[in-house]
């Protein structure tokens, strides 16, 4: 299989990038800093340099492709045109280079926040009618309605969170909190959530792409378990062998907090997640999802639970000497 991955330097993309050449896959990465790609290591693979608006080289990568792999997006921006300028823009840009090419499949990674929130044990399986409360969730499903209304075959994955080797931006925070005993939660660390350990979403996506079964739907891929916003403190906790005790944030001081790191970063010119429109995910009842509807469709399944991947997990932030 030919495929190219954009955002191949990113913590998804990177394990997607080792995924297909473990399994001698011809891959092709999208960059804008070669430097990076180099300094992860990788065996011999190609290198396009260039971004999600530069079509010229979005079209020189996407020849001869048999995937297009659009894992490239923004998590944090300044405001709802920035979000829909990486996540909705970028990716019709992507998604016409591609066809331009031929007639490659186009895998798309989404997010569990395009769908919305889901009520207490009812976990989304992709069949729902979407209903995002962020200006990120807005924009990740404007991404995949370009992607439904394109010309090419299609899978759209939404994972919820995903951790593993190489995130600066989920859980590492809470491991680091969890290190020191004492870690805040949302509301009272009720919040039910799905979770996805990075090389098995990279598994996942190699499934949806080699797999006619996915093709034209909406999947959730993730662990089985569901866990509580607490749940998964005290989870990191074990990894790491220590104990911890959650301190529930009230959704009144919460929001306050975030209207505050937010203001502070756009007088910083900066973007950052930890904003006032953030608050509207932290304070809902869950974020779960199926995987069993893909597993059913693909024979995919998580190779690590929840425990195993946190342990990993944490081994190579110890190693790495990120904590």
Excluded: C
């Amino acid at each position: 299989m030919k495929a190219l991955v954009t955002g191949a330097t990113g913590f998804v993309g990177s394990h997607l990038v080792e995924a297909l050449t473990r399994a001698g896959h011809d891959v092709t990465a999208l960059v804008r800093n070669p430097a990076k790609a180099a300094a992860l290591g990788w065996p011999a693979l190609t290198l396009a340099r260039g971004d999600l608006h530069s079509p010229a080289a979005l079209e020189a990568a996407s020849a001869g492709q048999d995937v297009i792999f659009h894992v490239a997006g923004a998590v944090a921006a300044r405001s709802e045109a920035e979000y829909l300028a990486a996540n909705r823009e970028g990716t019709a840009n992507v998604l016409a280079a591609a066809a331009a090419s031929g007639s490659p499949r186009f895998v798309l990674v989404s997010s569990g926040a395009a769908g919305g929130p889901t009520a207490p044990g009812r976990p989304a399986t992709g069949e729902e009618i979407p209903r995002p409360v962020t200006m990120y969730g807005r924009s990740k499903l404007a991404s995949e309605e370009v992607v439904r209304g394109g010309p090419l075959p299609w899978v759209v994955l939404r994972p919820p969170t995903i951790y593993g080797p190489r995130d600066r931006d989920n859980l590492i925070k809470v491991f680091r909190m969890a290190r020191l005993g004492v870690a805040p939660v949302f509301g009272r660390g009720r919040m039910e959530i799905s979770a996805i350990y990075a090389p098995d979403l990279a598994e996942a996506l190699i499934a949806a792409a080699t797999s006619d079964a996915a093709l034209g739907r909406v999947w959730y891929v993730n662990h089985p378990e569901i866990l509580t916003t607490g749940g998964m403190v005290r989870a990191i906790a074990r990894a790491m062998g220590r104990e911890v005790r959650t301190v529930g944030v009230p959704e009144w001081a919460g929001r306050g907090i975030l209207h505050l790191t937010g203001a502070a970063a756009a007088l910083a010119g900066r973007a950052t997640i930890l904003n006032a429109d953030k608050a509207n995910e932290f304070f809902q009842p869950g974020w779960t999802g199926d995987p069993a509807p893909f597993s059913t469709a693909t024979g995919w399944h998580a190779a690590h639970d929840l425990e195993a991947g946190l342990a990993r997990t944490y081994d190579w932030y110890r190693a790495a000497g990120w904590l």
